[in-house]
């Protein structure tokens, strides 16, 4: 199991939120300020520090936390690709806003106005993102390892563990709290899953973070998948080139990919062979698809 194709194809808010988290982390740790982040009792029901509530969300406390939860924000990316930048901007901001509430509710409970109760970074938006991780995304490879069975997704949980542990209860808080704003997400409340930004704070991402290779590819086919109306093949054919009769089948790695990516195999497939084995072109068909 992947994360699909390398790099931020087709997941631009990906992109900006790993970029602005290591630009704050790496600020901080410069200015020898770190020892500032976190939020206590005080810093929400005393003083109420704004300032404080926006470097949680991006600056991660240490090195280690850092290191693991930009992979894991990385390969979560698979989900940008999923279900479009549009809705996965929508994801981001509701998994954020909502375990921010459930810290508050805990650190409110807990009232201890000397320690620094949870730790920095935007643990809410990774946690949150195990749950359709766990529910949405199959497992392509098993194996064992000392009589232990193991699973391609084994290594993003270890990864999710190694974060959630890193400074024990400070770090443990947030994670719970956004395995919940995750949960909240899934079972669709107030149906936030089907809501979605105006395009154009969506496409801000876009403009805000690096280009990254194969983007201007990328920006072509998308420009032609807006004119796709639905899945499957046939209606689709007026926009997509149809397969020449003399195809030849996709392979089992570019079908692999696109089911890594929360795909049904026989519609991937599909995909590929109206694209022309083109990846790019099949992941935008079956995500024009999915937003309809």
């Known amino acids: 199991m992947n994360g699909g194709p390398s790099g931020f194809t ?16 790496i600020f901080f740790r410069i200015q020898g300020r770190f020892n500032t982040l976190g939020l206590s009792y005080q810093d929400i029901f005393g003083k109420f520090r704004i300032w404080k509530l926006i ?4 600056s991660f406390w240490s090195t280690p936390e850092l290191m693991f939860g930009l992979y894991l924000l990385y390969y979560f990316r698979i989900f940008e690709r999923q279900i479009g930048s549009n809705k996965y901007s929508v994801f981001v901001v509701f998994s954020i806003l909502n375990s921010l509430l459930f810290e508050f509710l805990v650190i409110g409970l807990l009232k201890d106005p000397t320690t620094k109760l949870v ?27 000392f009589g232990f069975h193991f699973s391609d997704k084994s290594f993003v949980y270890l990864a999710g563990l190694q974060l959630l542990l890193s400074s024990w209860r400070r770090s443990i808080i947030p994670g719970i ?48 998948a807006r004119n796709v109306p639905s899945y499957p093949p046939r209606q689709t054919e007026r926009n997509y080139p149809a397969p020449m009769a003399s195809a030849v089948e996709p392979s089992e790695d570019s079908i692999a990919t696109l089911v890594s990516m929360g795909f049904d195999r026989n519609s991937a497939r ?23």
């Open 10 to 25: 087709n997941a631009p808010v990906t992109r900006a939120f790993i970029i602005a988290s290591a630009l704050f982390t």
């Open 55 to 58: 470097w949680s969300i991006f």
């Open 119 to 145: 730790t920095s970074g935007p643990y809410g938006l990774i946690f949150a993102s195990f749950i359709p991780f766990f529910f949405d995304i199959p497992v392509s490879n098993r194996f064992r390892v």
């Open 177 to 224: 709290c956004g395995i919940l704003a995750g949960s909240l997400y899934r079972s669709d409340v107030f149906y936030i899953r089907k809501a979605k930004f105006p395009e154009f704070i969506a496409s801000f991402f876009s403009r805000f973070s690096l280009p990254s290779m194969g983007s201007a590819r990328i920006a072509s086919t998308r420009n032609v």
């Open 270 to 292: 599909q995909a590929l062979v109206q694209a022309r084995n083109d990846a790019n072109v099949a992941t935008n068909i079956l995500l024009e698809a999915q937003s309809h």
